[in-house]
């Protein structure tokens, strides 16, 4: 079986050979080849294009190239390194701690756009959680897309996971209110609630969202426990605004980013931490069940530069 850490690199390798490229390939890591002045503008260009933005993007090379003027025989490698701990310094505290309420079920509401995968990762989610030893319950309050129910009905019965579900037109923060009572009568550990995809522009689509949170507190005052946003990695930079305007609307306690193992723009990752500093709890990184993994900013920065972490 892979190891998170072998995870994480097979699942940026849309990102990292831009900066395999950038410091001379060896073998299967940066090698041991010096770098020099062009080298740096290509590592700066593949840093722009890999989404990171100016900040980080700034603070990296800024480092990296005050080590070179100290060292014109700096190895690649040597300077992956430094670029690896810098990014991993911008990104400390970044990996969500995650804690379940301690009474009644933890809800966690997932919440984000059409497309973005929500969805498949809901269940997903319930499956990790499950495998974590935590008995998991989904509601389906999805009901404003027609085909999202049978979607979310497949992967549980897929996985074995208790739905409770509803109507395709069905009030959503009804079937939140009957998920709940189902999840607190069996004793379950989660309960995770797929919300409609929606655009973070309809307001009538973010007050169902304010509802469903009404309607839980009636149950647990301290409901959601977490409402987590679950963006599409591909979509680089352009998830900030949208992360932004979702947790000024509901906020959120979390971030889930999917497809990074199918875009060369995971840098954005830094950037949605960067501005709003919300914790980033797991990745996607590949299509299967397993490949949904909890977050490590310290594996996440080796994997992009190419570098190995001892386990």
Same mark, same amino acid.
């Given at each position: 079986?892979?190891? #998170?850490?072998?995870? %994480?690199?097979?699942?940026?390798?849309?990102?990292?050979?831009?900066?395999?490229?950038?410091?001379? $390939?060896?073998?299967?890591?940066?090698?041991?080849?010096?770098?020099?002045?062009?080298?740096?503008?290509?590592?700066?260009?593949? #840093?722009?294009?890999?989404?990171? !933005?100016?900040?980080?993007?700034?603070?990296? =090379? @800024?480092?990296?190239?005050?080590?070179?003027?100290?060292?014109?025989?700096?190895?690649?490698?040597? +300077?992956?390194?430094?670029?690896?701990?810098? =990014?991993?310094?911008?990104?400390?505290?970044?990996?969500?701690?995650?804690? @379940?309420? !301690?009474?009644?079920?933890?809800?966690?509401?997932?919440?984000?756009?059409?497309?973005?995968?929500?969805?498949?990762?809901?269940?997903?989610?319930?499956?990790?959680?499950?495998?974590?030893?935590?008995?998991?319950?989904?509601?389906?309050?999805?009901?404003?897309?027609?085909?999202?129910?049978?979607?979310?009905?497949?992967?549980?019965? &897929?996985?074995?996971?208790?739905?409770?579900?509803?109507?395709?037109?069905?009030? +959503?923060?009804?079937?939140?209110?009957?998920?709940?009572?189902?999840? $607190?009568?069996?004793?379950?550990?989660?309960?995770?609630?797929? @919300?409609?995809?929606?655009?973070?522009? &309809?307001?009538?689509?973010?007050?169902?969202?304010?509802?469903?949170?009404?309607?839980?507190?009636? *149950?647990?005052?301290?409901?959601?426990?977490?409402?987590? =946003?679950?963006?599409?990695?591909?979509?680089?930079?352009?998830?900030?605004?949208?992360?932004?305007?979702?947790?000024?609307?509901?906020?959120?306690?979390?971030?889930?980013?999917?497809?990074?193992?199918?875009?060369?723009?995971? !840098?954005?990752?830094?950037?949605?931490?960067?501005?709003?500093?919300?914790?980033?709890?797991?990745?996607?990184?590949?299509?299967?069940?397993?490949? #949904? *993994?909890?977050?490590?900013?310290? %594996?996440?920065?080796?994997?992009?530069?190419?570098?190995?972490?001892?386990?």
């Amino acid at each position: 079986m892979k190891s #998170l850490f072998n995870r %994480f690199k097979d699942g940026l390798r849309k990102t990292t050979p831009t900066f395999y490229a950038a410091f001379g $390939k060896v073998g299967s890591m940066f090698g041991g080849k010096a770098i020099d002045a062009s080298t740096l503008d290509t590592l700066e260009e593949a #840093l722009y294009t890999a989404d990171f !933005g100016v900040e980080t993007t700034d603070e990296i =090379l @800024t480092e990296i190239r005050e080590a070179y003027r100290n060292n014109k025989e700096l190895r690649g490698q040597e +300077a992956a390194a430094i670029g690896a701990k810098v =990014l991993t310094g911008i990104l400390e505290g970044s990996s969500g701690k995650f804690e @379940t309420c !301690g009474d009644g079920p933890t809800v966690i509401t997932m919440i984000g756009v059409n497309g973005s995968g929500k969805t498949t990762t809901t269940a997903k989610l319930a499956n990790y959680f499950r495998d974590e030893g935590l008995s998991t319950l989904v509601g389906a309050c999805d009901t404003f897309r027609a085909a999202a129910n049978e979607q979310i009905k497949s992967w549980c019965e &897929k996985l074995n996971i208790p739905l409770v579900s509803s109507h395709h037109g069905a009030d +959503a923060a009804a079937v939140a209110f009957d998920a709940y009572a189902s999840a $607190k009568g069996k004793g379950a550990d989660i309960l995770i609630l797929d @919300t409609a995809g929606r655009l973070h522009n &309809k307001s009538n689509l973010m007050n169902e969202l304010s509802k469903i949170k009404r309607v839980l507190q009636k *149950q647990s005052p301290s409901a959601p426990h977490h409402s987590w =946003l679950v963006v599409d990695g591909s979509l680089g930079s352009n998830s900030i605004e949208q992360a932004r305007v979702f947790h000024e609307s509901f906020g959120l306690t979390g971030i889930i980013i999917t497809k990074l193992d199918g875009t060369s723009r995971g !840098g954005a990752l830094a950037g949605i931490y960067r501005e709003l500093k919300l914790p980033i709890f797991f990745v996607g990184l590949g299509e299967k069940v397993e490949d #949904l *993994q909890r977050f490590n900013e310290e %594996f996440y920065s080796n994997a992009v530069f190419g570098l190995e972490v001892e386990l």
